[in-house]
C-alpha cells in the first residue's frame, strides 16, 4: 500500500485458476523457537479446527449490480450453498495490504437472507460485528442474500475513500461479499458476475467467460484470488501493452473522469516500459502469469495505491498524465506497487499471512514489506526514466528531511511505527512529527539506503542490495505460491550477499530512541549529505503548488495552507511551537500585514536580515492573540549536497540495469 505526497501518511487469477485452487496457499517460514500464538498461523498450512483446508461444498454466485455507480450504490446478490443447521458468514475484515482491519462494514445496508423463497433471520455477533450468525432451516440447500454496499461519499483512506463517480467506478471484491465460515479462504469458490454502466468499458485480471448487454461473467476463481483481483471501469477507458510481444502480458488499464486526462505520451508509454524491464532485471524472474496496473485518474476519488499480485489499484490525481507536477510527486506510486508483486505478495512477512480475512495480521515486518518496497519503488522510478536523476534526489532530499525533523524518535522507536500501524494509519495528521506517523515507508527507505551502501562498501562494489532482491525475490520462477519469511530469514539472505552482523544493524536502527537519525549513514556512504537552500527545487515547488500549502517546516517549524493561513501542523519544540502555535490555529497577520502566503515568506525572509523576531496575530477558535514567533534563518528547503571525495554510490543506485 502506498500514499503518494503530498498527503500526509508518509495502498486475481494466479498462473492457472484451476491448479492455483489445488496448491498450497503459502509455503511458511517457522520463526525461531516461536510459540504458536492465537490467530497466528506461523507453522506449515494444514487443518485446523474451524478453518478448514478442504474445499467449500459448491461454488458461491456473486452478482453485484454497477449501473446504479454513479450515485455511490453497489447493489449485491450472492448465492452460498448450504447445509442445515448453524451457519456464521463473515464480512472481510482485515484487508491484504490495508495493514489494519478496515473492512467497510458500516457501509453495508439493507441484508436481506431467505431460503427457498422464505425470509431466513440472522443476528450480528456482539464480540465479532463482522460476523452474522443464522440458522439454516431443514430442506434448505442455498441461500439468497441480498444487499447494497454504499459506496464511500468523502473521508477515509483507502478502501474507505472515495471510489465511484459518475463516470467512474473502482470495485474492490472484499466490499461486497459474505463467505462461510470455517474454511480457509483459499478453499472457497466463487463465479462472479457485474452489470455496468452502458458503454462502459472494464479492466481486471479475472478470466471473462461472457459479456453481454453489459453484464460481464467472470470464471470461478477462489475467494482469496477474487479479493486480489480488483477491477475498474467507465466511461473513459484506454489499455496500453507494456510489453509487446512477451509470452507473459503487462499491460496499464486506465479510467478517468475525461477523455482529456487519457493523452499517455511515446516517452511516458516508453518510461512505463522501461519499469516492466527495470523490474525483470532487478529481481530476475515473476511470479504471475499476466499482470495490470489498474490506474484511476480522478480529482473525486480517493488517492493511494494498494498491491494485488497480479495487478495493482492505483488512483491518482485526474491530470496525472498531463501535469508535471502530479507526475513528478506521483512517479513512484506505480512502482511501488509493482515492488509489491514480490514483495507482499509473492514473499510476504509470515505473521502477514492468514487463512481467512478474518484472522488478524500483525505488522512488525512492516519496515520490510513496506519499507523496501518503498526504496525499490523510488529507485525503480528513476531506473525507468519516470524521475530523472536530479529528481530521484529531490525526492530522497525531501524523505531524508521529513525523518531528520522527528522528535518523535525521542519516545516513539521505527519498530513501534510498523507494530501500531493498524493505529497509525488512521490518526490525524496534526503533531506528526511527535506523535510520528506510518514512519516505516520513508524512514524505512533510509533504512534500506544504509543497508544497500553499506553491502557496497563491505564488498569494494562488487555487490549491493539488487543482490538480496534477486536472490530472495527471485525463487521459485513463476510459481504464483506464496512463501512467507521472518527476521531471520532477511538477515540470513543479507549474510550471504554480504557476511556481516546484520541482525545488531538492524535491530540497532529499529530500535533506536534519541535525537538523531541512526539511518544518516546511509547516505553519507552514499556520498551525500542534507542540506538547506532559501530556495525550493522543483519537487518542493510541485508539493506547494498540489498541497497548496507554505512547508516551513524544517525553518520556522511549521506548514500553513495559503489560502486562509489555517496552520496545518507544527514542529514539535520547534520555533513555531514555543511561539504559542499549534494545528488549526489560523495566522491572521503577520507583522501588522493581513494574511497572505508571499506575506509570510517575506516576513521571514525579513527577520533572517534585522535578527527580530516575527510578530504573528493568531486566532485560536474565538480568541485572539499576538506571537512572537523568534525564527532568524529565513527560508528553508531540503536539499542533498556533495560529500567532496566520497563515491558517488547514490547516482549508481539510480543508473538503469542494462
Same mark, same amino acid.
Given at each position: 500500500m502506498f500514499t503518494p505526497e503530498p498527503r500526509t501518511a508518509l495502498l486475481k487469477s494466479l498462473l492457472a485458476l484451476g491448479l492455483a485452487a489445488a496448491m498450497p496457499l503459502a509455503v511458511h517460514a517457522q520463526p525461531a523457537a516461536a510459540a504458536p500464538v492465537a490467530g497466528r498461523y506461523a507453522g506449515p498450512v494444514q487443518d485446523h479446527p474451524g478453518l478448514g483446508l478442504t474445499p467449500y461444498p459448491g461454488t458461491l454466485q456473486l452478482h453485484v449490480d454497477l449501473t446504479d455507480a454513479p450515485r455511490k450504490i453497489f447493489r449485491v446478490h450472492e448465492t452460498i450453498p448450504v447445509r442445515p443447521g448453524p451457519l456464521t458468514l463473515y464480512y472481510p475484515k482485515w484487508i491484504p495490504g490495508e495493514h489494519s482491519p478496515s473492512g467497510p462494514l458500516a457501509n453495508v445496508v439493507g441484508v436481506e437472507i431467505t431460503g427457498n423463497g422464505r425470509r431466513i433471520a440472522w443476528h450480528r455477533g456482539l464480540l465479532d460485528l463482522y460476523a452474522l450468525h443464522l440458522d439454516v432451516p431443514a430442506g434448505v440447500g442455498t441461500l439468497d442474500l441480498g444487499f447494497q454496499f454504499l459506496s464511500p461519499t468523502g473521508g477515509g483512506e483507502f478502501g474507505q475513500s472515495v471510489s465511484a463517480t459518475p463516470r467512474l467506478v473502482d470495485l474492490e471484491?472484499?466490499?461486497?461479499?459474505?463467505?462461510?465460515?470455517?474454511?480457509?479462504?483459499?478453499?472457497?469458490?466463487?463465479?462472479?458476475?457485474?452489470?455496468?454502466?452502458?458503454?462502459?468499458?472494464?479492466?481486471?485480471?479475472?478470466?471473462?467467460?461472457?459479456?453481454?448487454?453489459?453484464?460481464?461473467?467472470?470464471?470461478?476463481?477462489?475467494?482469496?484470488?477474487?479479493?486480489?483481483?480488483?477491477?475498474?471501469a467507465g466511461q473513459y477507458f484506454r489499455s496500453f501493452d507494456l510489453d509487446p510481444g512477451a509470452k507473459v502480458p503487462v499491460h496499464l488499464d486506465i479510467v478517468a473522469d475525461g477523455e482529456k486526462y487519457l493523452k499517455l505520451g511515446g516517452r511516458q508509454l516508453g518510461d512505463f516500459r522501461n519499469l516492466v524491464q527495470q523490474a525483470y532485471r532487478l529481481f530476475g524472474t515473476h511470479h504471475y502469469a499476466h499482470y495490470t496496473f489498474l490506474l484511476t485518474l480522478s480529482d473525486n476519488t480517493g488517492h493511494f495505491g494498494l498491491e494485488h499480485h497480479q495487478s495493482s489499484d492505483d488512483r491518482l490525481g485526474a491530470d496525472y498524465l498531463v501535469n508535471p507536477d502530479t507526475r513528478l510527486l506521483g512517479a513512484a506510486l506505480l512502482p511501488h506497487e509493482y515492488v509489491h508483486s514480490w514483495n507482499g505478495k509473492f514473499r510476504r512477512p509470515y505473521d502477514l499471512w492468514t487463512p481467512n480475512f478474518n484472522v488478524p495480521e500483525r505488522d512488525d515486518?512492516? /519496515?520490510?514489506?513496506?519499507?523496501? !518496497?518503498?526504496?525499490?519503488?523510488?529507485? #525503480?522510478?528513476?531506473?525507468? %526514466?519516470? &524521475?530523472?536523476?536530479?529528481?530521484?534526489?529531490?525526492?530522497?532530499?525531501?524523505?531524508?528531511?521529513?525523518?531528520?525533523?522527528?522528535?518523535?524518535?525521542? /519516545?516513539?522507536?521505527?519498530?513501534? !511505527?510498523?507494530?501500531?500501524?493498524?493505529? #497509525?494509519?488512521?490518526?490525524? %495528521?496534526? &503533531?506528526?512529527?511527535?506523535?510520528?506517523?506510518?514512519?516505516?515507508?520513508?524512514?524505512?527507505?533510509?533504512?534500506?539506503?544504509?543497508?544497500?551502501t553499506k553491502i557496497r562498501a563491505l564488498t569494494h562494489g562488487r555487490k549491493s542490495l539488487d543482490d538480496f532482491a534477486r536472490q530472495f525475490f527471485g525463487i521459485h520462477p513463476g510459481s504464483p505460491v506464496t512463501v512467507t519469511y521472518t527476521f531471520d530469514d532477511v538477515v540470513k539472505a543479507l549474510n550471504q550477499v554480504a557476511p556481516y552482523d546484520w541482525a545488531g544493524f538492524l535491530r540497532t536502527r529499529l530500535d533506536y530512541v534519541g535525537n538523531a537519525l541512526p539511518e544518516a549513514d546511509g547516505l553519507a556512504r552514499a556520498g551525500w549529505k542534507l542540506g538547506f537552500t532559501g530556495t525550493p527545487d522543483s519537487y518542493q515547488k510541485a508539493m506547494a503548488a498540489q498541497s497548496h500549502a507554505i512547508n516551513q517546516m524544517y525553518g520556522a517549524g511549521l506548514t500553513v495552507a495559503e489560502k486562509d493561513g489555517r496552520v496545518i501542523d507544527v514542529l514539535w519544540d520547534g520555533p513555531a511551537f514555543r511561539a504559542g502555535l499549534a494545528p488549526g490555529m489560523r495566522i491572521l497577520a503577520v507583522d501588522g500585514r493581513s494574511w497572505g502566503a508571499d506575506v509570510l515568506a517575506d516576513a521571514l525572509r525579513e527577520a533572517a536580515r534585522t535578527r527580530q523576531p516575527v510578530s504573528l496575530l493568531v486566532r485560536n477558535l474565538d480568541y485572539v492573540s499576538t506571537l512572537k514567533l523568534d525564527w532568524t534563518g529565513g527560508l528553508r528547503y531540503p536539499v542533498l549536497q556533495r560529500l567532496p571525495g566520497t563515491p558517488d554510490r547514490l547516482d549508481a543506485i539510480a543508473a538503469p540495469r542494462r
Open positions: 471484491w472484499n466490499q461486497v461479499v459474505f463467505y462461510p465460515a470455517g474454511w480457509y479462504s483459499r478453499a472457497i469458490t466463487v463465479q462472479p458476475s457485474v452489470r455496468l454502466p452502458s458503454g462502459w468499458q472494464f479492466g481486471t485480471t479475472l478470466t471473462r467467460t461472457r459479456d453481454s448487454a453489459g453484464r460481464v461473467d467472470f470464471a470461478p476463481v477462489t475467494l482469496n484470488n477474487l479479493v486480489d483481483s480488483p477491477l475498474i515486518l512492516l /519496515w520490510v514489506y513496506e519499507g523496501l !518496497t518503498n526504496y525499490y519503488g523510488m529507485v #525503480l522510478a528513476a531506473r525507468s %526514466g519516470l &524521475w530523472t536523476p536530479q529528481q530521484f534526489r529531490e525526492a530522497m532530499a525531501a524523505t531524508t528531511a521529513s525523518m531528520t525533523f522527528r522528535p518523535g524518535r525521542q /519516545w516513539r522507536p521505527l519498530q513501534d !511505527t510498523a507494530d501500531e500501524a493498524s493505529i #497509525l494509519y488512521y490518526t490525524p %495528521g496534526a &503533531w506528526a512529527t511527535w506523535r510520528r506517523q506510518v514512519d516505516f515507508y520513508a524512514e524505512g527507505t533510509l533504512l534500506w539506503l544504509d543497508v544497500d
